[in-house]
């Protein structure tokens, strides 16, 4: 049932009760939550980049690298790969790493490759490469297991690329906006790319729906 907020009763009920009566009210018209299947997500979609962009994005990327045969090691064994700048030119405030991760953790289960993270343009993906190395002088550890010099290794390849975005308004109070992932694999060694691709993902909407 609902309340009669009359003059008499809001004055009796005071301002805390009414705010907390109001909060209830909205509580319980507010959509409840629900887990979303990951692996097989019907929702609606949208005009920005969603995780389910990245994943079809990595997935294409990383069967182009595969594909080409461009990270057979011809001297057997496995590349090492260091991530460099992958860039962010879209108008959404995206974590690029997003991206990267998935295409690492697949590299990696292929077993062509393995990610070095003791090196990195703003310096070490995992400060502890280095941090573990300042043990060598410090009697309260035992030295026999202190990581000694020259057992880092150098990377053979560096992943690098940019997502770009560009929105087009179209005649029908609709827009389009187009997403492209690129990426480049460089040996390090002689500064050639070894391997390029392009993957496009392209949405038309309202021109109304926000694209950040």
């Known amino acids: 049932r609902f309340l009669k907020m009359t003059p008499s009763y809001v004055k009796k009920l005071g301002i805390g009760s009414i705010i907390l009566l109001t909060s209830l009210a909205i509580m319980g018209c507010a959509p409840s939550t629900v887990y979303v299947d990951t692996q097989d997500?019907?929702?609606?979609?949208?005009?920005?980049?969603?995780?389910?962009?990245?994943?079809?994005?990595?997935?294409e990327m990383v069967d182009g690298m595969l594909g080409s045969r461009a990270l057979e090691n011809p001297r057997g064994g496995r590349y090492v790969l260091v991530v460099s700048r992958i860039v962010n030119?879209?108008?959404?405030?995206?974590?690029?790493?997003?991206?990267?991760?998935?295409?690492?953790?697949?590299?990696?289960?292929?077993?062509?490759?393995?990610?070095t993270t003791a090196v990195g343009l703003d310096g070490p993906e995992d400060e502890m490469n280095m941090a573990v190395r300042q043990l060598r002088e410090s009697s309260e550890f035992n030295q026999n297991t202190v990581q000694g010099e020259g057992q880092?290794?150098?990377?053979?390849?560096?992943?690098?690329?940019v997502i770009r975005q560009r929105d087009i308004q179209m005649d029908n109070r609709q827009q389009q906006v187009e997403y492209y992932f690129e990426l480049a694999i460089t040996d390090l060694s002689t500064g050639l790319a070894i391997w390029e691709d392009q993957e496009v993902?392209?949405?038309?909407?309202?021109?109304?729906?926000?694209?950040?």
Do not use: C, H
């Not at 108008?91 to 393995?114: A, F, P």
């Open 41 to 59: 997500d019907r929702g609606e979609a949208v005009m920005a980049l969603d995780y389910r962009d990245f994943e079809s994005a990595a997935g």
């Open 89 to 115: 030119d879209t108008m959404q405030r995206i974590d690029t790493d997003q991206l990267v991760r998935k295409i690492r953790s697949d590299l990696l289960n292929s077993g062509r490759v393995v990610v």
């Open 152 to 161: 880092l290794i150098a990377p053979d390849l560096s992943l690098s690329g």
């Open 201 to 212: 993902i392209v949405k038309r909407g309202s021109n109304r729906a926000p694209t950040w």
